[in-house]
């Protein structure tokens, strides 16, 4: 009776629709109960016996960069019952950068909250999470980091090109360059809505190395996409093919139960931040990796970060630091072409999602050929990593310059200070003609950063005044706590942490203060003694923002610095298992 007794006990719980029963005191009832339910959506007992498969569905009306969603969806259960299982999809929150208020970062927490709860509480062996827009990516591999099971990643893909008085265009890079240029009196309103039409000129993602571009290579880099899964636009046929064989893998990850913590390890962070660099991506990628690795128990360590930059150079010419576009990268053979030059510099054995490492990957993919997206080793378009770490006494705890899109002119820089305390401080300020402000001057942020905003909004971008823009001036250096959209470009000094809004050091920037930037030297300083600085917070102490109520005020209690990923302090994983890329 004993050992019968345990053979029930184990099946269970084990896989598909016996996973996670909702409790009723009596497990035969609450399957048998569920049964019910499911039969009554015209499932049959074949079915039920299937490994259940899980589809993350994040379409919305709010988010133009999931508008393939229904076509990736179909796409995706089509490969799983190719290979045996049962497709089940189901929603969660979906957010977009130009649509959620504040900003989409304030939403990314609770977003991956939502997927790691219903990745528990619903019966699944394995998730297909289908996003493409900044957050939504990372939100979904923390949600699923922390919830455990077998877990792939697809990409909704990026969108096309649009063509504007036969200039290419596309979204965003060009989007701020042409904003720049109405701000500065080059173009007329009629010219700025003819372009307004053109930006973009489909569904998906913005088409240069955007954040969501960028978090579409890290996922490759990481080992949660299928080969070649971070390339294809949104609207071809490669998209939906590699849904299909997505969908499929996933079945397979169920069976021979490939989780999530076999794959992001701390080889495969190392590898994401070495493609990080390499295509020139954007720094919120940076903040993403840590929060992700959070969730796994991993500390990033940016100081070994910034020293990969030192011998991994800006393979991929995408803008804003080179010419082409996502499409373009995905004709020249997309991360396949990629990580087989960047071979010698990889951790090759790290696993990845298709049950090979990431070496045997790279072996088995199509050979090479003549393109001039991707350069060689000893002929980048950058010949640094994209991306520097700050540190002084301005920034104790870092901050990041995406020195492959600053002007090189600019980053050995003194200046004085033109201080703007808020983002509406910013917008009542910046383009009056009495502004006292040159070319030579440092433009200061504060309070933008993940409490000071909350949320911390990509306004670490902030414009050129317009007397300065319509004098000609293209550049300025430019310091907040902020981020900035991976679509930007120019000298501007981001993620100063600590951030304002907690008492660091940015809070006691004053007007006229002198400010040095040495890229170079990787400082960012005030000019001030420690003592003056020391008065200065004892004169004018910071009050932390806080709210009575609701997700503000759990966001507001709870947030970490920038270094730490924005992400809540109770979701990161209780112990910190060791740090990445190791030293």
């Given at each position: 009776?004993?050992?019968?007794?345990?053979?029930?006990?184990?099946?269970?719980?084990?896989?598909?629709?016996?996973?996670?029963?909702?409790?009723?005191?009596?497990?035969?009832?609450?399957?048998?109960?569920?049964?019910?339910?499911?039969?009554?959506?015209?499932?049959?007992?074949?079915?039920?016996?299937?490994?259940?498969?899980?589809?993350?569905?994040?379409?919305?009306?709010?988010?133009?960069?999931?508008?393939?969603?229904?076509?990736?969806?179909?796409?995706?259960?089509?490969?799983?019952?190719?290979?045996?299982?049962?497709?089940?999809?189901?929603?969660?929150?979906?957010?977009?950068?130009?649509?959620?208020?504040?900003?989409?970062?304030?939403?990314?927490?609770?977003?991956?909250?939502?997927?790691?709860?219903?990745?528990?509480?619903?019966?699944?062996?394995?998730?297909?999470?289908?996003?493409?827009?900044?957050?939504?990516?990372?939100?979904?591999?923390?949600?699923?980091?922390?919830?455990?099971?077998?877990?792939?990643?697809?990409?909704?893909?990026?969108?096309?090109?649009?063509?504007?008085?036969?200039?290419?265009?596309?979204?965003?890079?060009?989007?701020?360059?042409?904003?720049?240029?109405?701000?500065?009196?080059?173009?007329?309103?009629?010219?700025?809505?003819e372009v307004n039409d053109q930006l973009v000129a489909s569904v998906g993602t913005c088409?240069?190395?955007?954040?969501?571009?960028?978090?579409?290579?890290?996922?490759?880099?990481?080992?949660?996409t299928v080969p070649g899964g971070a390339t294809p636009p949104a609207v071809t046929a490669?998209?939906?093919?590699?849904?299909?064989?997505?969908?499929?893998?996933?079945?397979?990850?169920?069976?021979?139960?490939?989780?999530?913590?076999?794959?992001?390890?701390?080889?495969?962070?190392?590898?994401?931040?070495?493609?990080?660099?390499?295509?020139?991506?954007?720094?919120?990628?940076?903040?993403?990796?840590?929060?992700?690795?959070?969730?796994?128990?991993?500390?990033?360590?940016?100081?070994?970060?910034?020293?990969?930059?030192?011998?991994?150079?800006?393979?991929?010419?995408?803008?804003?630091?080179?010419?082409?576009?996502?499409?373009?990268?995905?004709?020249?053979?997309?991360?396949?072409?990629?990580?087989?030059?960047?071979?010698?510099?990889?951790?090759?054995?790290?696993?990845?999602?298709?049950?090979?490492?990431?070496?045997?990957?790279?072996?088995?993919?199509?050979?090479?050929?003549?393109?001039?997206?991707?350069?060689?080793?000893?002929?980048?378009?950058?010949?640094?990593?994209?991306?520097?770490?700050?540190?002084?006494?301005?920034?104790?705890?870092?901050?990041?310059?995406?020195?492959?899109?600053?002007?090189?002119?600019?980053?050995?820089?003194?200046?004085?200070?033109?201080?703007?305390?808020?983002?509406?401080?910013?917008?009542?300020?910046?383009?009056?003609?009495?502004?006292?402000?040159?070319?030579?001057?440092?433009?200061?942020?504060?309070?933008?950063?993940?409490?000071?905003?909350?949320?911390?909004?990509?306004?670490?971008?902030?414009?050129?005044?317009?007397?300065?823009?319509?004098?000609?001036?293209?550049?300025?250096?430019?310091?907040?706590?902020?981020?900035?959209?991976?679509?930007?470009?120019?000298?501007?000094?981001?993620?100063?942490?600590?951030?304002?809004?907690?008492?660091?050091?940015?809070?006691?920037?004053?007007?006229?203060?002198?400010?040095?930037?040495?890229?170079?030297?990787?400082?960012?300083?005030?000019?001030?003694?420690?003592?003056?600085?020391?008065?200065?917070?004892?004169?004018?102490?910071?009050?932390?923002?806080?709210?009575?109520?609701?997700?503000?005020?759990?966001?507001?209690?709870?947030?970490?610095?920038?270094?730490?990923?924005?992400?809540?302090?109770?979701?990161?994983?209780?112990?910190?298992?060791?740090?990445?890329p190791k030293r």
């Amino acid at each position: 009776m004993t050992s019968n007794t345990n053979k029930e006990k184990k099946q269970p719980t084990e896989s598909g629709l016996r996973k996670g029963l909702t409790s009723y005191g009596d497990k035969g009832f609450s399957l048998f109960l569920r049964k019910a339910f499911i039969k009554g959506a015209g499932y049959t007992n074949s079915a039920l016996d299937r490994p259940v498969i899980g589809i993350i569905n994040t379409g919305s009306a709010f988010n133009p960069c999931h508008g393939n969603m229904p076509q990736l969806i179909e796409a995706v259960k089509r490969g799983v019952m190719l290979a045996g299982g049962l497709p089940m999809d189901f929603p969660t929150i979906s957010i977009h950068e130009s649509f959620a208020a504040p900003t989409s970062m304030y939403l990314r927490n609770l977003m991956s909250m939502d997927t790691e709860e219903m990745l528990r509480a619903q019966p699944m062996d394995a998730v297909v999470m289908i996003g493409g827009c900044d957050k939504t990516v990372p939100a979904q591999m923390m949600g699923a980091a922390s919830a455990g099971l077998p877990a792939i990643q697809l990409i909704t893909g990026s969108m096309l090109t649009g063509s504007h008085r036969s200039e290419r265009v596309g979204a965003c890079t060009d989007c701020r360059r042409y904003w720049g240029k109405f701000r500065a009196g080059e173009i007329d309103k009629i010219e700025k809505d003819e372009v307004n039409d053109q930006l973009v000129a489909s569904v998906g993602t913005c088409s240069v190395m955007g954040t969501a571009s960028t978090m579409a290579c890290i996922s490759e880099a990481l080992g949660m996409t299928v080969p070649g899964g971070a390339t294809p636009p949104a609207v071809t046929a490669d998209r939906i093919r590699i849904a299909e064989e997505t969908g499929t893998r996933a079945v397979q990850m169920a069976i021979d139960g490939l989780t999530i913590d076999k794959v992001l390890t701390a080889d495969a962070f190392e590898n994401a931040m070495r493609v990080l660099l390499a295509i020139g991506g954007s720094t919120n990628g940076i903040v993403h990796l840590a929060a992700i690795a959070g969730r796994m128990g991993l500390e990033i360590d940016l100081e070994a970060l910034d020293q990969m930059g030192d011998e991994t150079p800006v393979l991929v010419d995408l803008k804003p630091s080179g010419d082409h576009y996502m499409e373009n990268f995905h004709d020249a053979g997309g991360m396949t072409t990629l990580l087989r030059e960047l071979k010698p510099l990889l951790k090759l054995d790290a696993m990845t999602v298709t049950g090979r490492t990431l070496g045997e990957e790279i072996d088995a993919a199509p050979p090479s050929f003549k393109q001039d997206v991707v350069r060689k080793l000893d002929n980048p378009i950058y010949p640094r990593g994209s991306i520097a770490v700050l540190h002084g006494n301005l920034a104790p705890g870092g901050a990041i310059i995406k020195q492959s899109a600053a002007n090189e002119t600019l980053m050995e820089h003194e200046g004085r200070a033109i201080v703007f305390e808020n983002s509406e401080d910013l917008a009542n300020r910046i383009d009056s003609p009495d502004l006292d402000v040159t070319a030579d001057d440092i433009l200061v942020l504060k309070n933008i950063g993940p409490k000071g905003a909350p949320g911390m909004p990509e306004a670490g971008y902030i414009p050129i005044p317009m007397k300065l823009a319509r004098a000609g001036v293209k550049d300025i250096v430019r310091i907040s706590d902020g981020r900035m959209s991976g679509t930007a470009f120019g000298t501007i000094v981001l993620h100063v942490t600590p951030e304002a809004a907690v008492g660091g050091p940015l809070a006691h920037v004053k007007n006229g203060d002198r400010i040095r930037l040495s890229v170079k030297n990787r400082e960012i300083s005030l000019l001030i003694s420690g003592e003056e600085l020391a008065k200065r917070a004892k004169e004018n102490p910071v009050i932390e923002p806080t709210a009575e109520r609701g997700y503000l005020k759990l966001f507001l209690d709870t947030v970490t610095q920038a270094d730490k990923g924005v992400d809540f302090d109770f979701l990161r994983a209780v112990k910190m298992v060791g740090k990445t890329p190791k030293r």
